[in-house]
């Protein structure tokens, strides 16, 4: 993660570091709005803006 030092407008504070997920999840198809407000409020997160 983070940029080469030779990467064009590469900012001063950005370090390349190795990074390492566990776990991955995707899903086939997109996820609509609807759908999205009903997982919101079924775990009780709070709706993003749009």
Do not use: I, L, W
């Not at 899903?27 to 993003?48: I, N, S």
């Amino acid at each position: 993660m983070g940029s080469p030092e030779s990467e064009a407008e590469r900012r001063d504070n950005e370090r390349r570091h190795r990074v390492s997920v566990e776990a991955f999840a995707m899903g086939q198809y997109e996820v609509t709005f609807v759908e999205y407000d009903h997982f919101c409020t079924a775990t009780g997160r709070e709706k993003t803006g749009r």
